[in-house]
Every structure is written in structure tokens, then in C-alpha cells.
């Protein structure tokens, strides 16, 4: 970016836009809105490329508003994203900078009244962020509204929405868009379908990719270490890489993530009860509890917040100081959008990996993707010895209360849900059973005393 830009002015931004970037603190463009911003106003089709955290969201919504001011109807832009908490974010800033319009938005996302999202849809909101399901969901179920006259198509975290996880459904929803309108794609990884995203634009497309430097996927400022440790006692060295971290460190928010519902849902249940206060965010929890959970971490008000990959891409709260990967994930790409959730904006930030011996070929997967080593991080084994006894005994009794909910029932009827919509030959009935019966079978309680 031009060292002499001072400001948003040269962008050819309308004076409302500009004042609403001044009242955000927004001072100057960053690398892909000085690029993407001109070229969108330009009318041409946009892939952005760039690193997490580093402004993706405005670079094309900036654009989209100043086009729908000097045209203003509804249904004016459509923006798909993979995960409802992105949904939402996204919804958030449109509405944030384009509060002086009046701007509509509404947000359609599983796990949210149908009936209500469908009322909000016939009033013809100017923007509607939607996951695909969802959408699709809607496009079968009724006719009050219409995406025919869409000017702007948004997929934010491209990549994974053309995955192959969403074809079903945005095959459904490219069929009844207009052939007419303008198509932006934005990720922080997009190579491996860059091809297949140029053969979906409709115009001339300009294509920007943040150059890297010296081919580190991470930013700078991202601190990387990892911490070997046996398989067994993965739950205390990632409660000693707290306590370690907190020495230095004691009010920076943390993010954990690790690899299931469940195992979310019993590290969070297990850290509530050797002393960590968190809130856990998956996708068997109900959407209003995912948006508690999220807003108390995003205050401040909780300070570690354990997730699912649901929370790994486009989330933005700059509080985060540490993300730990408590399982590693096993694509690398996942690693950067996790590990993207610090070190926003040109802010320090670490990121721990708990390695097994088992994950060493995934750590060098990783290393050789992202282009620089991990170094170790150190925690004193001679801790890990005296807390052993008590997660353990936690994390059993964690187990045993997640037994006695409803946990896998909610897991079971979602499978069930997921055979019936995709008619695919699934689970057997007699498998059904079995995990049913297995679930009711009562155990044997233990009242242990957890010192915190």
C-alpha cells in the first residue's frame, strides 16, 4: 500500500461513508480495501485473498452500501458465509456503518424461528446474510420473497463454502439468482479453488492476493509454539498451558479448540470445574445459547471461550491473546483460520498446539503450509504431575453429567434429520437403538470433591 495514503478520500467513497469510517477509528485502507474497494465501484467481479484480521468484511461492504445508496431497493445484496456466528458479525458491521441510510438487514441461519426469519424476508431487507442451508431452506418452503433483482452476490470464506460441504444448496440458490450482478469472492485461503472461482464470475474479475511474505500464511505478529505431550493426558498439560500462560498474562482472552461437539462440550464442562470459568460454543447447542456464549466472551465478561471449527473462520475479537489448538486440526488450512482469531490488526498475539507423538506429521503439514517452525513452548512437567489426579476426576465426572442430559439425544435426532434431508442410505435402525438404549443405561454415581 501507498505510504502517502492518509485516509479513505482517494477511494472514491461518498462523504457518508467516509465520516461513518471516521466515527469507527477507521483511518486508513488497508492492503486489499485500498486494492478491492475501486475495482468493486468499478463494476467489475472481486477475489480477495488476504490474511485473517485484515479487513475483509468492509472492503466489500464499503463498496456494496455506496451502491445501494445511489439505487436504493431490497433485495439489493445477498452475502453467504459457512458459519451462523460469521452471519451475524457480518450483519453487525453493515448495520454499523449503514445506520445513517436506515439500513435493512436480516440474517437467516439454522437454529432461528422460520416463521419470523420469513416476515423479515417479505419486507425486502436492503442486505440478507444467510448460511446456505438455511437459505435453501427457505427458497423450498415459500415464495414471499425474491432474490431475482440482486445487484451483488458476497460468498465471504469462499473456500470453504465451494468445499463441496454446500454444493446441494447453492446449486438451489444460484438457480433463481440473476444472471446480471456482480460476484465477490473473499477468503484468507483460496488457492486451491481459485479455478473454480473465476469460472463462476459473470465479468471482468479482478483478482487480489495479499503477497506474502517470503510465503508465511500467518502475520507477523503471530507468536507460534507447540507443546509435546502424551495422548492421555492431553486435558492437563492444556490446563498447565493456561496456568502458565495467565503468569504473564493475567486478563487476555483465550479461544481453545478441539476437534468435537462432545469433547467441546466436556472441556468446557471439565476446565468450569477445576477453576477456569468458559463458555463453550458447538453446534449442538442452540443457536440463541451459541450467541450468549459468544457476546459474554466478546465483553469480556468470560475470558476463555472453548470451540468447535464453528468459531475458526472470520470471527473478530481482538481480545484474543492466546488460541490454543487442544486437538490439532488435520488440515492445515483450518490451523490459520484458528490461530487467525489473534493477532487481528496488527496486534501481538501466541498460538499453542498440543502435539502428540501421533501429530508429528500433521505439525509438519502444517509448518511447510504456513511457511515458518513452530517453537516449543515450555510448561513444567513436575505441575502436570500434581493436577493429573484431579482433571482426570473431573473430566470423569463431566462425563458421567453429560450423560445424564440430553446431549446425545439432540446428537441423535440430528443425524436422523441429516439422513432424511439428504434421502442417503445412513445409519442402520438397529445402530439407532443400540447408541439410544446405550445412552439410557443408568451409572453408577460418584460424589468427588474437585479442589479448584
Not at 19 to 39: D, F, H, V, W, Y
Not at 78 to 101: H, N, S, W, Y
Not at 341 to 367: F, Q, V, W, Y
Request: charged share 25%.
Amino acid at each position: 500500500m501507498n505510504e502517502e495514503v492518509k485516509d479513505f478520500l482517494h477511494l472514491k467513497l461518498n462523504s457518508w461513508l467516509l465520516a461513518q469510517c471516521k466515527s469507527m477509528g477507521l483511518k486508513k485502507p488497508t492492503p486489499i480495501q485500498e486494492n478491492c474497494i475501486p475495482r468493486i465501484l468499478m463494476g467489475e467481479d472481486c477475489i480477495g485473498c488476504a490474511k485473517t484480521g485484515s479487513g475483509k468484511t468492509l472492503a466489500f461492504a464499503l463498496p456494496i452500501l455506496q451502491k445501494l445508496c445511489e439505487d436504493p431497493y431490497g433485495i439489493f445484496a445477498l452475502v453467504l458465509t459457512p458459519t451462523r456466528e460469521l452471519a451475524f458479525q457480518i450483519a453487525d458491521q453493515f448495520a454499523a456503518i449503514g445506520k445513517v441510510i436506515n439500513l435493512k438487514k436480516c440474517v437467516i441461519v439454522g437454529g432461528m424461528d422460520m416463521m419470523i426469519q420469513g416476515l423479515e424476508l417479505s419486507k425486502r431487507p436492503h442486505i440478507v446474510v444467510a448460511t446456505p442451508g438455511r437459505l435453501a431452506d427457505h427458497l423450498d418452503s415459500c415464495n414471499t420473497f425474491s432474490l431475482q433483482k440482486i445487484k451483488f452476490l458476497v460468498l465471504d470464506e469462499a473456500d470453504r463454502l465451494l468445499g463441496g460441504h454446500f454444493d446441494k444448496q447453492l446449486k438451489k440458490i444460484f438457480a433463481v439468482l440473476p444472471k446480471q450482478k456482480q460476484i465477490l469472492f473473499f477468503s484468507a485461503t483460496m488457492t486451491d479453488t481459485l479455478d473454480k472461482v473465476k469460472k463462476m464470475a459473470c465479468n471482468k474479475v479482478f483478482t487480489w492476493q495479499e503477497k506474502d511474505d517470503a510465503g508465511i500464511a500467518t502475520v507477523k505478529e503471530l507468536d507460534q509454539r507447540y507443546v509435546l505431550c502424551p495422548k492421555d493426558v492431553l486435558d492437563s498439560y492444556l490446563v498447565e498451558v493456561i496456568r502458565t500462560f495467565r503468569t504473564t498474562n493475567k486478563n487476555g482472552c483465550i479461544m481453545i479448540f478441539t476437534d468435537t461437539c462432545k469433547n467441546c462440550q466436556l472441556l468446557s464442562m471439565t476446565l468450569n470445574d477445576v477453576g477456569f470459568t468458559n463458555v463453550a460454543l458447538h453446534a449442538m447447542l442452540k443457536q440463541k445459547e451459541r450467541l450468549v456464549a459468544l457476546n459474554k466472551f466478546k465483553s469480556n465478561h468470560i475470558q476463555i471461550l472453548i470451540a468447535t471449527n464453528v468459531a475458526a473462520r472470520g470471527l473478530d475479537i481482538p481480545a484474543v491473546q492466546l488460541v490454543v489448538n487442544h486437538v490439532i486440526p488435520n488440515v492445515p488450512k483450518e490451523y490459520i483460520h484458528r490461530v487467525g482469531r489473534t493477532a487481528r490488526a496488527g496486534e501481538n498475539g501466541m498460538a499453542i498446539s498440543l502435539i502428540t507423538p501421533h501429530d508429528i506429521k500433521l505439525l509438519h503439514a502444517i509448518e511447510d503450509a504456513i511457511g515458518t517452525k513452530l517453537t516449543e513452548y515450555k510448561v513444567d512437567d513436575k505441575e502436570i504431575v500434581t493436577i493429573l489426579t484431579q482433571i482426570s476426576v473431573a473430566k470423569r465426572e463431566a462425563e458421567i453429567k453429560l450423560d445424564e442430559t440430553d446431549f446425545y439425544e439432540k446428537k441423535m435426532i440430528n443425524k436422523q434429520k441429516k439422513l432424511i434431508l439428504e434421502e442417503e442410505e445412513g445409519q442402520e435402525p438397529d445402530e439407532v437403538n443400540i447408541a439410544e438404549e446405550e445412552r439410557k443405561q443408568p451409572r453408577k454415581k460418584r460424589k468427588v470433591e474437585i479442589k479448584v
